[in-house]
């Protein structure tokens, strides 16, 4: 949540900081600033809105300047409005900063600095720091880094920032716990912001900085980074980037959302490319590899997740206990977090994030950990805090998901969890050879099969068009495709803000049943693979009912064509495997509905990307 930018170096700030901005502008998108500092004069400018909208304003001001810093915001204190946006000016106006996160206890702070004769102009707990980082330094009599370094250790909370200093024209003091921070370096030139995405046409080259840690970044001179405890000096690991410029950019589609869902054949075969050796009947991944023992041996597999990474963990319930016979529980991160679970040291977690970043996935990790249990990071984001701080992990390879309903990290992330409960079921000596064959093979026709899913996406804008103007809708599946009802209205709810509700198929007869009418819209999972009968007895039963009928089925299906108002077909693939094809069509649906409803589909009113807050 929110998006920090900042440049020091030899070109113009200002273009690389509202570029930099637009490219973050998933974490955040309720008010945007800048401000750009050209040695001798600081001139900023924010606004409510988006980055376009800053874009503008800032014609207002100058644009001069080799030193910026932008913020795009997601609200925790203070409404969105022009003064709660970043960055924030302390009160002498020398020192300018943005924040990525909360201070907690910002209240009291705030009381003592009122005490001391400082006043606020905004309702925000960073305009608080920027004024403790201000008295530090008066009081202490410190230079930037120092004071940065004292006042970092009087807050409690969560932080990326970045602040610069007017009497110190060449230099930036980052620091970071608990929100992201990446910096590039370049040749005499440092970029600074929460993703590598950002700087990638400048550098290949990046740190990233870990939690309590802070850097000064000095033109001509090497980062120097602390830790903000105890001052400790930390050596920069400098790692080169994969990423490309292409990746993070719309390639022709009208939204990233659209490119992301017609990715996905690749970022399925991206993701077992290398591990998925079927000619050779082997699975091979790293970080199951050396710690194999512990997965087998595990009492019990607990996954924690939030979203619809969540969801993909509910898959992955049904996959390992159905093929790897491990007893698995899936818990929401924000709950396990605080209910003090039972875990012990023969339980293995497995934490599943796109981001790498939730904030409460990260916390679950760091009880697990405290308690013994062996942790297993399944991250999109290569480098992120998740991935960091599990002990093995294993990435999806889906590439940048930009859009903010997930929908790539969703199917690579089922992906990552089939290999490894595939391996996992060979090891156990729960698969013949053959059976383990049979898995693999199948998994890598996926990819195809997946292409052939998403033809069915004019059929599926003509159902769109039907069912635009619903105010509910109904998902049910059972099975394996349960937790693909959820992720099909999670996806509805999220860009089209239609009331949607994901059931287990059997459910309905236990109340959602009495909401049906002539009006309500039910999209069933009703492939040949998976309580077929059984869903097509609960298919009778929303036709008794009169509720409209919209039924994703193995290609072939005749009966249900009878049945239902709209059939959209998906290719046959064995059970486990349908939640990756059955997904598909209900992406697009919601996609549709969305374009059609005139919504932001890439960034859809009240969400982040990047949950970094409670
Ligand atoms: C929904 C969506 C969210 C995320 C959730 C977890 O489309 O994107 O529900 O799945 O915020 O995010 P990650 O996977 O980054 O931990």
Redesign the pocket.
């Known amino acids: 949540m929110c998006g920090i930018v900042g440049y020091i170096g030899h070109r113009d700030a200002f273009p690389i900081v509202i570029k930099g901005l637009e490219r973050l502008e998933y974490r955040g998108y309720d008010s945007a600033g800048i401000a750009l500092f050209d040695g001798n004069d600081i001139s900023l400018s924010k606004t409510k809105g988006k980055v376009e909208d800053l874009r503008s304003k800032a014609k207002e001001i100058s644009q001069a300047g080799s030193l910026g810093i932008g913020h795009t915001r997601w609200a925790t204190h203070g409404v969105p409005n022009d003064v709660n946006s970043h960055p924030h000016y302390s009160n002498s106006g020398d020192l300018v900063i943005i924040h990525n996160g909360i201070i907690e206890n910002y209240e009291s702070i705030k009381q003592a600095l009122k005490d001391r004769g400082y006043t606020f102009q905004s309702d925000t707990d960073t305009e608080v720091l920027v004024n403790l980082i201000e008295e530090v330094q008066k009081t202490e009599d410190v230079k930037l880094g120092k004071a940065v370094q004292i006042a970092l250790n009087q807050v409690v909370g969560a932080y990326a920032i970045a602040v610069f200093d007017k009497k110190k024209p060449d230099e930036i003091v980052v620091a970071k716990l608990g929100s992201p921070l990446a910096i590039g370096v370049g040749e005499n030139e440092f970029f600074i912001a929460s993703d590598a995405s950002p700087f990638i046409e400048f550098t290949n080259n990046a740190v990233y900085l870990e939690d309590e840690e802070m850097a000064i970044i000095r033109l001509g001179k090497e980062i120097k980074l602390r830790k903000i405890k105890n001052d400790a000096i930390a050596y920069p690991n400098i790692l080169e980037l994969q990423m490309n410029l292409e990746e993070i950019e719309k390639g022709g589609y009208d939204h990233f959302m659209l490119k992301e869902i017609y990715e996905q054949p690749r970022a399925i075969m991206d993701t077992y490319r290398g591990r998925l050796l079927a000619d050779q009947g082997i699975i091979r991944m790293a970080g199951i590899d050396q710690n194999i023992e512990k997965f087998v041996n595990a009492n019990r597999i607990i996954i924690v ?7 993909a963990g509910l898959v992955a319930e049904y996959i390992f206990e159905d093929l790897a016979r491990i007893p698995v529980e899936v818990e929401y ?1 924000s709950e396990f977090r605080y209910r003090n679970p039972v875990i012990t040291d023969k339980d293995v977690l497995i934490a ?7 904030a409460d ?1 990260l916390a679950a990790i760091k009880l697990a950990k405290e308690k013994g249990a062996f942790v297993f990071g399944v ?3 290569v480098g992120s805090s ?1 991935a960091r701080e599990s002990d093995a992990g294993a990435y999806t390879h889906a590439g940048p ?1 930009i859009g ?4 790539k ?2 199917t690579t ?1 089922i992906t990552v969890l089939t290999l490894i409960a595939l391996k996992l079921a060979k090891e156990k000596g729960e698969f013949s050879q053959s059976k383990f064959h049979e898995y693999l093979s199948e998994l890598e026709t996926i990819p195809a099969k997946v292409e052939k899913s998403l033809l069915s996406n004019d059929l599926v804008e003509t159902v769109a068009e039907v069912y635009k103007d619903s105010t509910n809708c109904l998902y049910l599946g059972r099975g394996y495709n349960f937790p693909v009802a959820l ?1 099909g209205a ?2 509805l709810k ?2 089209s803000y239609i009331h949607a509700e994901g059931y287990p198929a059997a459910e309905m007869k236990h109340g959602p049943i009495a909401l049906i009418d002539e009006q309500m819209p039910v999209f069933v999972i009703a492939t040949k693979k998976g309580h077929y009968e059984k869903v097509v007895s609960n298919i009778q039963e929303i036709k008794s009912r009169k509720g409209k009928i919209i039924a994703i089925v193995t290609e072939g299906d005749e009966q249900v064509k009878e049945l239902a108002d709209h059939v959209i077909e998906i290719p046959e693939t064995l059970e486990s495997l349908t939640p990756l094809l059955t997904t598909i069509p209900l992406q697009l649906l919601s996609y549709h509905i969305a374009v059609m409803r005139n919504c932001n589909v890439d960034q859809p009113r009240n ?1 982040a ?3 970094t807050v409670e």
């Not at 997740?305 to 969801?311: D, M, P, Q």
């Not at 599943?352 to 939730?358: A, D, K, L, N, R």
């Not at 903010?404 to 929908?407: D, G, H, I």
């Open positions: 997740a939030c979203g619809t990474s969540w969801h991160a599943i994030s796109q981001s790498g970043e939730t996935t991250c999109n984001v998740i998901e903010v309903a997930s929908t990290a969703f992330q992720e999670l996806k999220e860009i969400l990307k990047s949950v």
